[in-house]
């Protein structure tokens, strides 16, 4: 009898133990998943306090629509003013003359302010409906100061926050310089008619382009939304400057996986070239979540947050 008990105990205690362990190994499968996740891609600029040059893109919608005012306004003071003026003068001749003058005149200054803005309110519609909806946000994915590349042909990389319909403009600048190095339209895809909201991007490569040693470069992606109105382009740019890559880093990318070269890119401030190889492993494994965790994380290191969360809810 005492036999038997001592084994019912021993056996017990077995089982507890493995029971436990299991557990704890499981816990600590939980918290290397998550340490993969969060573990560290961090960007160190070469320069940190160089001058400011990222410009990104948002709409700013308001109640009447920045599209409309113009016009409306010109309308409605011309309008009251005329009123005023004619009531004063007699109510008969006038309030026909002042309604007169003061459309004329508020339509004729609206106009000049900015046909874009509107005609009048019974026309707003007509005019919000002409125009494409424009993104929220449309966001270079680039530092806030100038970034740098080892390659002469990198990469661009752009955010919008939702879809776009039209095309996008596309130009390179050498700083300085008088003519574009490139200029071109960017239509819609072959197999849709938006441009998706998320990550775009244009290859250098593609047009045979090459940038020059220590020289800088500026970037523009446009939105057109009005032909007729080009004061009202929505426009995003960034800066870039290649470098040629040290003995040091060409040793240490050959020493290490080329999956991970995004890492050690954006620990020497190469920044252009952590995020493509970053977005081209993401291209390739869109449910990647450390992979996106990542791209998120170089996004908040350069003051992006917004452009952080698309990665953080996909």
């Not at 009202?232 to 070269?261: F, H, M």
Request: net charge positive; proline share 5%.
């Amino acid at each position: 009898m005492n036999i038997l008990k001592i084994l019912l105990g021993a056996y017990f205690l077995v089982t507890t133990l493995l029971g436990t362990s299991i557990v704890i190994a499981g816990d600590a499968q939980s918290v290397n998943i998550k340490n993969s996740l969060t573990k560290g891609v961090f960007y160190q600029p070469i320069i940190p306090d160089a001058p400011l040059r990222r410009r990104e893109a948002g709409l700013v919608n308001d109640e009447g629509g920045s599209v409309n005012r113009g016009v409306s306004r010109g309308v409605s003071r011309g309008v009251s003013r005329g009123v005023s003026r004619g009531v004063s003068r007699g109510v008969s001749r006038g309030v026909s003359r002042g309604v007169s003058r003061g459309v004329s005149r508020g339509v004729s200054r609206g106009v000049s302010r900015g046909v874009s803005r509107s005609v009048s309110r019974s026309h707003k519609e007509s005019l919000e409906n002409s125009i494409p909806r424009l993104p929220q946000l449309m966001a270079p994915l680039v530092p806030q100061h100038t970034g740098l590349t080892i390659t002469t042909q990198p990469t661009f990389y752009w955010y919008i926050s939702e879809p776009w319909s039209g095309h996008f403009e596309f130009t390179l600048n050498e700083v300085g310089a008088i003519e574009p190095v490139l200029e071109l339209t960017i239509g819609l895809p072959s197999d849709r008619d938006i441009h998706q909201a998320g990550m775009h991007h244009l290859r250098l490569a593609d047009y045979n382009i090459h940038l020059k040693s220590k020289k800088e470069y500026e970037w523009f992606i446009v939105i057109i939304p009005d032909q007729e109105q080009r004061s009202s382009d929505w426009l995003a740019s960034g800066t870039v400057r290649y470098i040629e890559p040290s003995e040091r880093l060409n040793k240490q990318l050959s020493q290490t996986p080329k999956e991970q070269w995004y890492k050690i890119y954006a620990e020497k401030g190469i920044w252009y070239d952590a995020m493509d190889n970053l977005c081209m492993q993401i291209e390739k494994q869109p449910s990647n979540q450390v992979l996106r965790m990542h791209r998120a994380s170089l996004s908040e290191q350069v003051a992006m947050p917004k452009v952080a969360r698309y990665d953080q809810a996909n």
